[in-house]
């Protein structure tokens, strides 16, 4: 809540807070840099002077510099408001996000949702993936060999990963490159004689793994394929995670590991309870931040989502998720398993949401798309 | 307050660049509290020439290092020149010097390579460093790169720590190819740099070239103002804009027609499908831009 400060640094101090609010990276240390700054530079000519050293201090990015001035000017507005009637209002904002705050489903609506009633969203997203492509690849039917084509394929997609050369160098025992740093250090000790001659060769690239499947009855048609793709995968890749997701997000790696492919189909239909059910996009990927990110996020990670981006959840929460899956994963892959049809556009909300953030967009309905995929990841 | 910024416009301006509010006010800013300045934005906008204007009005020396792909300590610290110290070995193989005294030698300051970080923080007069699309190095080299920003100190285990005789003024540039850390950039102050405004780019032209006729340089700046609207695969920064300026002025053309802009496309436009999108555009083009087509 804005209220009035007496004191210039108590209001540079709360427009921070202000700006903190609404996803600004702005810890003390910025808010001493810019009390530091403004002091610097006094005495201000003009206010616009003002506003563009307080931005150039205090915006990180181009979405912080796009929304300064706005908010900048919101903060003042609301401030003089503040003073003027010198009423404790609740500001417009401040309102605005609460409510939103009550707005976000609990758990307990959540499961209501899920188990209860189903609601017309539900249904209309099932009539509009099915429709839209069901004459097209009749994929719920598989013949014994396209599935070892997926296994080769999946195969083939862990060892490109696997086998990714890093840029860094580790010593090796076998003659290969020279490597004269250590060969002086090591032959020092015998006065200088270079009898021993030391090498190093190119570390392997430690990439992992997240997969995260939709299985929500939008995705029907597909997921049984997509399945087999996760199982597959989870089988021949180590540093691998999977998940599923309709309304809110299930771990499966332990289902699928060593288990043959029917064991492991009937185990994840105990596990997830609503499975074909609605979709929850934004939501599931919250789960996954939330609770899994800050593991498996590290390092060198590719994230790869499965799913037609038809979300009934809200288009914040998604964005948000998405925002953070971008900052904290090497690469986020999305295959579609719609975006093969030539007509295909990203219409859907959820898909629109969370474009800007998905570094490879690819289409995913069979074993000859994700062929290309493998081609992609490889490069 | 308006005077210091002022000052500093007056110095990029001698120095031929042409800044806007926002440049001045972070250069301003990082100057005067000793911060990394982090430079976004589209090829091609003088990202780079920042760090350039500003060791020439700083009256400094510039240390560039440019990152690629593996970038690691070895090109960015310091490297033993491994040669001469084999060479010194052998020729001193009769000498009589002790191992110790051997050791203490060539790992000394004569048999080091000063790469550019080392080289800024040696340097004998606060210098711009500047780190060249630092988005093309890896995560891990960034990390690093945070270590010797806030501390100033380089650790040479032979040699001991070295520590910064004088700060440079860092200016860090990115393409976005890759998104880089919150860590770095709250290190940093921020600046977005995006293609230049039609009076910007005017002026930049007459200043980076003087001899050119006057009507040619709105049409050529008008030009580029609406190829930039077109939607390509590499849209075409300053640098090209210049370049074409260049060309067209020491070609003695003073009028730009269909002709001129089909046989000098090549210089500002790099990509063949963007090539031909705009060559089959030319004619509305022109009438954005208010050419009248001899051809026509």
């Known amino acids: 809540m804005i209220t009035r400060q007496t004191t210039l640094s108590a209001n540079l101090v709360a427009f921070c807070r202000f700006l903190r609010e609404r996803n600004y990276g702005i810890g003390v240390r910025e808010e001493s840099d810019v009390l530091l700054a403004i002091e610097q530079l006094a005495p201000y000519d003009t206010p616009e002077l003002m506003q563009q050293c307080m931005k150039s201090v205090l915006c990180r990015s181009p979405r912080d510099l796009l929304q300064f001035d706005d908010l900048y000017k919101q903060y003042w ?15 417009e904002i401040t309102k605005s996000s609460s409510s939103a705050k009550k707005k976000a489903p609990s758990i307990q609506a959540l499961k209501n949702w899920l188990y209860g009633n189903k609601t017309e969203e539900t249904t209309e997203v099932a009539t509009y993936s099915a429709g839209s492509v069901l004459s097209k690849h009749e994929l719920a039917a598989f013949s014994e060999e396209e599935l070892r084509e997926i296994y080769r394929i999946v195969k083939l997609i862990a060892q490109a990963l696997a086998n990714r050369k890093s840029r860094r160098y580790t010593s090796v025992k076998h003659a290969a490159q020279f490597d004269m740093r250590s060969t002086l250090r090591r032959n020092m000790r015998r006065g200088g004689e270079i009898l021993h001659p030391a090498y190093r060769k190119r570390k392997k690239q430690d990439v992992s793994v997240v997969l995260i499947c939709d299985v929500s009855k939008s995705m029907d048609l597909y997921s049984r394929f997509l399945i087999r793709f996760l199982y597959a995968f989870q089988n021949s890749y180590k540093k691998i995670n999977s998940f599923v997701f309709s309304t809110s997000l299930y771990a499966i790696k332990k289902d699928l590991l060593d288990k043959s492919i029917d064991d492991a189909l009937q185990r994840l239909m105990d596990t997830v309870p609503d499975w074909s059910g609605g979709t929850r996009i934004g939501a599931s990927l919250d789960t996954f931040c939330t609770h899994y990110a800050h593991k498996m996020l590290v390092g060198n990670t590719i994230v790869v989502i499965l799913s037609d981006g038809w979300d009934t959840g809200e288009a914040d929460v998604l964005e948000r998720s998405m925002r ?49 995929v493998v081609e992609r990841l490889r490069g | 307050m308006r005077k210091a910024l002022k000052e500093i416009e007056n110095m990029l301006t001698a120095q031929g660049y042409i800044s806007e509010p926002s440049i001045v006010m972070s250069i301003h800013l990082a100057k005067t509290l000793s911060r990394p300045l982090l430079v976004e934005g589209p090829a091609g906008v003088g990202k780079t020439e920042i760090a350039k204007v500003m060791a020439k009005a700083l009256d400094t020396d510039l240390i560039r290092l440019q990152c690629y792909e593996g970038l690691d ?25 002790s191992l110790s005294d051997k050791e203490a030698t060539i790992f000394s300051d004569r048999f080091l390579l000063k790469r550019p970080l080392l080289q800024a923080i040696t340097h004998h007069k606060s210098p711009v460093l500047l780190i060249d699309e630092v988005d093309r190095a890896d995560e891990e080299f960034e990390s690093f790169l945070l270590e010797v920003l806030s501390d100033w100190q380089i650790s040479i285990p032979e040699i001991g720590t070295i520590s910064a005789t004088h700060i440079p003024q860092v200016v860090i540039t990115s393409n976005r190819v890759r998104e880089l850390s919150e860590a770095l950039r709250r290190r940093c102050f921020y600046l977005w740099i995006d293609y230049p405004t039609f009076d910007k780019e005017l002026q930049i032209v007459r200043a980076k ?24 695969d590499k849209v075409p920064g300053v640098a090209e804009t210049l370049d074409w300026a260049m060309a067209l002025s020491a070609l003695h053309i003073d009028q730009l027609d269909k002709k001129i802009v089909e046989e000098t496309l090549g210089i500002v436009l790099k990509d063949w499908q963007d090539i031909r999108q705009t060559q089959n555009a030319l004619s509305d083009l022109f009438e954005q831009v208010g050419v009248t087509s001899k051809l026509a």
């Open chain 2, 73 to 97: 300590a070895s090109q960015a610290l310091y490297e033993w020149n491994y040669q001469r110290q084999l060479l010194y070995l052998k020729m001193d193989e009769q000498g009589s010097g």
């Open chain 2, 209 to 232: 070239v003087p001899d050119i006729d006057a009507k040619l340089g709105e049409q050529i700046c008008k030009f580029m103002a609406a190829v930039r609207q077109m939607k390509l």
């Open chain 1, 77 to 91: 507005r609301e401030l003089d408001r503040a003073i003027n009637s010198k009423i404790k209002e609740e500001p």
């Open chain 1, 324 to 372: 953070h899956i971008h900052r904290k994963a090497t690469q986020v892959v999305w295959l579609n398993p719609l975006a093969g049809s030539a007509e295909w556009t990203p219409e859907v909300l959820g898909m629109k949401t969370a474009m800007p953030y998905i570094d490879v967009f690819a289409p995913a309905f069979d074993v000859e798309s994700l062929r290309a």
